[in-house]
């Protein structure tokens, strides 16, 4: 049994890898390729209170979106326990990476938060999960430089999950509006609060249920070298 349990858990990891991989590559196609104009998604932004210069918009949404992706690549490679076990140099360049790309989003999505579909009450949400998120991850970065690994690996987690925070988004108001028959504001509104407590509660369910039970690794090298 316990030779069954360990065997599907080394199957976790690269299932979890090979849909993000495919999500990425959807998302950079339909932004990039399919609908780069974003004929769709600004459809539906109405009653703006301030004008948009489009051509700006739209070169800023095209880094948020690769910024984003690229943090959530870096970001899942690094709690992979076997590249932290054979590329340690990697795992600490990779990390900062994922600092940068998370910086990006942040600054990108400063940006393009006062013309959030359904307004102030968005636009202010999306400003404090920004500051949450870098704040997050920078608290990672902190508990490192303290050689903290299990902090470190919590805040990581914590800072991890706000990746997923538009797929979130569009998700819930996709269900609402086309499940529950909600107006589209509304199913968006929703979609984003709840986005966020989703990540705040998933954050700490793998936490506490899934991350806690992985071997340190970078532990168990830092004794080796000792």
Known sequence: MAKQAASKKNYIYPLVLTVLILYMAYVTLMNLFV???ATVFLS??????????LPIWLDVMHIHVGAACLAMLTGILNFSQTLLRIARKFHRVNGYLYVIAVFVVVLT????????TGGKI???AFNLVSMVWFAMTIAAIVQIKRKNI??????MVRSYVFCFTN???HLISF????GAGLKYELSYTMGVYGAILLNFILAELVIRFVYRK??????QANRKEQ
């Open 214 to 219: 992985i071997p340190n690794v970078a532990a």
């Open 150 to 155: 299990i902090k470190h690996r919590k805040w």
């Open 44 to 53: 539906r932004k109405i009653d703006l209170k301030r004008p948009m210069n």
């Open 167 to 169: 797929l979130f988004i």
């Open 35 to 37: 609908d780069p104009q």
């Open 175 to 178: 269900i609402l509006y086309e």
């Open 109 to 116: 999505s400063g940006y393009m938060a006062p013309y959030t």
């Open 122 to 124: 968005n636009s202010v």
